[in-house]
């Protein structure tokens, strides 16, 4: 199985973006998934999280109210819609997709940059 991120790139101060995460061969409605984000010396950090089903989500406070995490399970696809971007939300996303057996799945992760 695998995740293949697509989407980010550049983006304007306080602008938006949309980032896509298509699995396959693997069941992925019985799969939690995550996005991350990692910057220049820091460790890789959860932003936004939905469950299975997509009834649950939650956000890191650093994105809370502008960033929005969803999930297709009839196509295998899972988004987040970045807005208001910020000059500190730059770095790489990457989606990550977790089973209850601990079986888990990493994107190839996108680069986001948010020029000022």
């Known amino acids: 199985g695998q995740l293949v991120d697509s989407g980010g790139g550049l983006a304007q101060l306080a602008g938006a973006l949309r980032h896509s995460c298509a699995a396959s061969?693997?069941?992925?409605?019985?799969?939690?998934v995550a996005w991350y984000r990692q910057t220049p010396g820091k460790e890789r950090e959860m932003v936004a999280h939905?469950?299975?089903?997509?009834?649950?989500?939650d956000y890191a406070g650093s994105v809370k109210g502008r960033f929005s995490i969803s999930r297709d399970n009839s196509l295998n696809m899972a988004y987040i819609e970045m807005s208001s971007l910020k000059p500190e939300d730059t770095g790489m996303y990457y989606c990550?997709?977790?089973?209850?057996?601990?079986?888990?799945?990493w994107g190839q992760g996108t680069q986001v940059t948010v020029s000022s």
């Open positions: 939905i469950s299975s089903t997509g009834y649950t989500t």
């Open positions: 061969g693997f069941p992925f409605s019985h799969y939690e």
């Open positions: 990550r997709a977790d089973s209850e057996e601990a079986n888990v799945y």
